[in-house]
Structure formats: C-alpha cells, structure tokens
C-alpha cells in the first residue's frame, strides 16, 4: 500500500510556461484589487473599490492628488489562478486597463477592466 | 602500479598528519594594534568617518600614534585624545582622556599617549572629514604606534571611495517666505531674493503647505511643487519671470538616510549609485503629505542633478518644513 502511495505521490504533476502548477480548478474570478503610488504605499480611498465579477469590471477611487500615471497595480484571485499580463509595474492608469484572470486549469480566461478615478 | 600509487599516498598522509598539524612557538609581539572603521556610511563631503585605532604593548609605555592618509582631509580631521568605556552601571558611553596633543599637519595626524599606568592598551579615535578635492578619489590611512621600547607597528587600511555626493543639511522651509528651493545651489530663497538676484531660472521646487485642498477638501500637507505644476501653485504668487521648470520629485516614505537624518540609529545610506541609477519614469512634478523621516527623489528639469530630499521635520501651525539634500551632478 505505502509503495502505491509513493509511486502515486510522484506522478508529473503539469506545469505550465511559468513554472505554475495547472490543477483541476476551473474557478476563475478576482478578489481583491489595489494600487500602489511611488512610496509603495496604497493610493486607494478605502472601501470605494468595487470588484464585480459578473460584469467583469473593477471601479476604484485614487486619492487627490495621486499621480495616476505612475501606480503599482496588484491583485488577488481564485486558487491557482493566474494573471494576465503580469502585475506589480509601473502603470499608467488614466485610461482603464485590462487584465485576464486565468483558471487553474488553464480553460478558463476572464477579463476584467479596471477604470480608477481620482479625487478631485 | 596500484600498490605504488597507495604506498605513497599512504606516506603523504602519515607526512601531513605529523607536519601539518605542528606549532610553532611564536612569541607575540609586544607592541600590537589593531583598526577598525565605526562608521558604516558612505565618506560625503560635510560627514566624516571615524575609525578606532586600537594599540597594546607589554612592553614599556605606549608613546605616540600616527595616522597618514593619502588625501588631506579637511578642517577636524585627526586623533581625538579621549578613549570611551561603558559605565556598567548606566550603560551610557564614557570618555576617558588617554591622549594629547593631538596634531594634523597636511596628510599626518598624530598624538601622544598619557603616560600613566592605565594607558597599557588604549583605542583612539581618528576622524577623516573628506574634503571637496577628494570628491570621487580613492583614499587609505596608514596607522602606527611606538612604545618607549623603541618598537614601532602599523596597519595599512583598506582604500575607501570619496562619495561624490555634495550633502546641505537642515535647510528651512516656510510656507509662503522662504519657500523656493534651488538643488544647483543647495539653498533655499524667499520670492524677494529669487527675484533680487536674477534666480528666476534656478528654482527646483515650490514649498507650500495647505491643509487640505480640493473640492472635497482632501487632505494635502507639506509639499514639494515644481513651477511646472499649476494645480497645485495656482494661489501662489510665484517671482517674476519663475521659469516653469519641470522637476522630476518622486516620494518615498522608507528611505531614512542616516546622515541626513544626522542621527545614528539607521543603516539606510542614500549612496552614489542609487543618485546615478534612479529613474523618474512618469514621475510627478510634485510630492505631497510630507510628514518627518519621508522623502522624494528628485531630478532637475536640465538633467544636471538628481538629489534626496529627506524631509527632517514638519510644523503644521508655522507651516514649515525642514529638509536635508544629498546632491549628485549627472552631466
């Protein structure tokens, strides 16, 4: 039995291009969305960020004063999914950018539009 | 040819085995020293860097110390006479004098040791404050000690690179007076003086502070604004013929350079190298919600200079800032 286990337990599990496990979970959804300003700190007004996974679209309020052209967007997603293109660079965000959120298995693509609006 | 091959080895090793492992017999020096470099900055024009020249004998008395750099240093360079112990009792640092006449003349710096029972083993600090010849050069301290025994010691340091930085410490902002600051002169100007002596085309970036700004009244504070920027110096009356230059000021809020910040306590050095290599993609041409220990890097509108503006402490009610720079030429 423990021989089975073991022989089972070193199946090649799939990866893809990045090196990212592919699993089963055909979820495929964002959670959580920020952006961040050259002092590595959150340029978003609190509570104001509206992810809707339906419509696929993600509406947020800068702060006043923040330089839009220059923010650092990150996000959350499902379990294994994945981000397309790659976040956590400098971003020009005076017009809406897109993002593919990508299931875990890979099947799945979703793509969202984020539009941020600053203070004024 | 296997056999041959084993005896040897096996005789080689039974060799090391008895050799290798043998000591001599060294009698230790009587007069010994030792060096060791306290401050972990970079060396900038206006700072200094201390080292702790440590000498022992048991032999005799120690008699004199020397230090020799490759480069004079400027005004304060030499021997301090005092050593430091820690009172055990309050852990606070005592000095303890241990030298005299302490001496620079050109690039040799020297002093006496006290002659007094104590003074068997004592560590001397030595201070070398570059000088503005030194900027960018390579500079090394040869340190010697002799003991009335007639024995003489020395310890070569490592070669250390002059920062080609220029550092202004303290500079004071005040909203609405002195409130125009100038990176190719390291100064800051009222409008008066902006306008008096010709400085139109000079000026970097615009200190204001408003509380809050906005339709909403956001929140704003203590900011930095390049003449460039019209939102936000819309209500200033800015000096005749203020050339509208856009500076290049991104904020940062971790970076808290020990030297600007003039205390000890922090281990984050702005050096050469981050001046020559921060880039300013789609910077803003302001910076604002300054609060004490944050600041911007900055880039003239000419491409001359980059700089750290390291904000040391703000005042609502004065609407003041005071602000240390650390300045690189580029071109």
């Not at chain 1, 993600?58 to 923010?71: D, L, S």
């Not at chain 1, 650092?72 to 294994?80: H, N, R």
């Not at chain 2, 302490?102 to 007094?116: F, R």
Request: some cysteine.
């Amino acid at each position: 039995m423990l021989a089975l286990v073991g022989l089972l337990s070193c199946g090649k599990e799939p990866i893809d291009e990045s090196g990212l496990l592919i699993t089963g979970r055909n979820q495929c959804f964002m959670t959580f969305f920020d952006l961040l300003g050259s002092d590595h700190r959150t340029v978003l007004v609190s509570g104001q960020t509206v992810i809707d996974t339906t419509a696929l679209t993600v509406t947020a309020v800068a702060k006043f004063g923040t330089n839009i052209q220059r923010v650092k967007p990150y996000c959350s997603v499902v379990t294994d999914a994945i981000v397309e293109p790659t976040m956590g660079i400098w971003t020009d965000y005076t017009q809406p950018q897109k993002y593919t959120v990508v299931s875990g298995n890979r099947q799945v693509r979703k793509t969202y539009t984020v539009t941020v609006t600053v203070q004024k | 040819m296997k056999t041959i091959t084993y005896s040897v080895l096996s005789v080689l090793g039974i060799w090391m085995l008895t050799t290798g492992c043998q000591t001599k017999d060294v009698t230790p020096d009587s007069l010994r020293n030792d060096l060791l470099k306290k401050t972990t900055g970079p060396a900038v024009v206006g700072d200094r860097i201390e080292f702790a020249y440590a000498l022992g004998t048991t032999e005799g008395d120690l008699q004199n110390v020397k230090a020799e750099a490759t480069i004079a240093g400027a005004t304060g360079t030499g021997f301090s006479g005092y050593s430091w112990y820690t009172n055990r009792n309050t852990g606070v640092d005592q000095p303890v004098q241990t030298a005299t006449d302490t001496v620079t003349n050109g690039t040799v710096s020297s002093a006496k040791i006290i002659d007094v029972a104590t003074n068997k083993a004592v560590t001397l600090r030595y201070y070398y404050y570059p000088g503005e010849d030194a900027k960018g050069k390579d500079v090394s301290f040869r340190f010697s000690g002799t003991s009335s025994s007639g024995k003489e010691v020395s310890y070569q340091s490592p070669t250390y690179r002059i920062s080609r930085m220029d550092m202004k410490r303290s500079l004071a902002l005040v909203d609405g007076a002195k409130a125009y600051v100038s990176i190719a002169d390291m100064a800051v100007y009222t409008k008066a003086e902006v306008e008096q002596n010709n400085l139109a085309s000079k000026i970097d970036f615009v200190y204001i502070y408003r509380a809050t700004l906005g339709t909403g009244n956001y929140a704003f504070g203590h900011a930095i604004v390049a003449p460039s920027n019209v939102d936000y110096l819309k209500d200033v009356t800015l000096p005749t013929g203020l050339a509208k230059t856009r500076t290049a000021i991104d904020k940062r809020v971790d970076v808290k350079d020990a030297q600007l910040r003039g205390t000890t306590g922090f281990d984050v050095y702005i050096d050469d190298l981050d001046l020559q290599q921060t880039t300013f993609p789609n910077a803003a041409d302001y910076a604002y919600g300054f609060a004490a220990d944050q600041g911007a890097f900055v880039k003239t509108a000419d491409g001359a200079y980059a700089a750290y503006v390291y904000v040391n402490s703000v005042n609502n009610g004065s609407k003041s800032m005071t602000i240390s720079i650390k300045r690189l030429k580029l071109n």
